[in-house]
């Protein structure tokens, strides 16, 4: 099972830029889908952009056209580009990872500890 490590949170002022890294402790190249989520004080933690092994990309509509997710199978990493970003984008962001086995209803789930993401006014 992979453990996951985030990166490049920070304090950053309103219409700048972050990128914030996921590091894999071991191979992603076989987990289906790699994702962002983000919790802001007082509020459920939400997806934000998620990348699948094969496939396009998809973001939250909060999000879309300021932030983009990659991934680099020879790196075991993920990361999220922020750019143009909001006071209402504060929030602890959390790398995901899911497994699945095709067929059935196995799937393993892992989460890193998150890192902070505050904009400022």
């Known amino acids: 099972q992979v453990q996951l490590v985030e990166s490049g949170g920070g304090l950053v002022q309103a219409g700048g830029s972050l990128r914030l890294s996921c590091a894999a402790s071991?191979?992603?190249?076989?987990?289906?889908?790699m994702g962002w989520y983000r919790q802001a004080p007082g509020k459920q933690r939400e997806l934000v952009a998620i990348?699948?092994?094969?496939?396009?990309?998809n973001y939250a509509d909060s999000v879309k056209g300021r932030f983009t997710i990659s991934r680099d199978n020879a790196k075991n990493a993920v990361y999220l580009q922020m750019n143009s970003l909001k006071p209402e984008d504060t929030a602890v962001y959390y790398c995901?990872?899911?497994?699945?086995?095709?067929?059935?209803?196995?799937?393993?789930?892992?989460w890193g500890q998150g890192t902070l993401v505050t904009v400022s006014s």
């Open positions: 995901n990872a899911v497994e699945v086995a095709a067929g059935t209803s196995w799937y393993l789930e892992v």
């Open positions: 071991g191979s992603i190249s076989s987990i289906n889908y």
């Open positions: 990348i699948p092994s094969g496939g396009s990309t």
